[in-house]
Nanobody
Framework: QEPLVESGGGAVQAGGSLRLSCVRSDVRISGDGMAWFRQAPGREREGVAGIDGDGRTRYADAVKGRFTISKDNSENTLYLEMNSLKPEDTAMYSC??????????????????WGQGTQVTASS
């Protein structure tokens, strides 16, 4: 069983909303840094939003004001609320977890554990 499993992706019209979930099955998430990354075809994987063990968050400039990252420690689940979706948000979204400090939350090399991803498509 994969330790991180994402869900919630789909196809929406531009301006629409989606909520992604990532459940971790192997250890409690309360002390870890976790983040959402995305990768579009032909592009490098990029950090979208991250949250550390104390609940501090970081966002990529491209999603600030539109996306919100949160986690529920009791459900061992990470969320990404995505509003006002744009076609350029179309990508495979993956969650990641590890002992990551706040200042490295959007750095992909900082993470040890990754999910398989869920596809998000926003069409104009």
């Amino acid at each position: 069983q994969e330790p991180l499993v994402e869900s919630g992706g789909g196809a929406v019209q531009a301006g629409g909303s989606l909520r992604l979930s990532c459940v971790r099955s192997d250890v409690r998430i309360s002390g870890d840094g976790m983040a959402w990354f995305r990768q579009a075809p032909g592009r490098e994987r990029e950090g979208v939003a991250g949250i550390d063990g104390d609940g501090r968050t970081r966002y990529a400039d491209a999603v600030k004001g539109r996306f919100t990252i949160s986690k529920d420690n009791s459900e061992n689940t990470l969320y990404l609320e995505m509003n006002s979706l744009k076609p350029e948000d179309t990508a495979m979204y993956s969650c990641a977890a590890g002992q990551v400090p706040w200042y490295d939350l959007l750095k992909r090399d900082a993470y040890k554990f990754w999910g398989q991803g869920t596809q998000v498509t926003a069409s104009s």
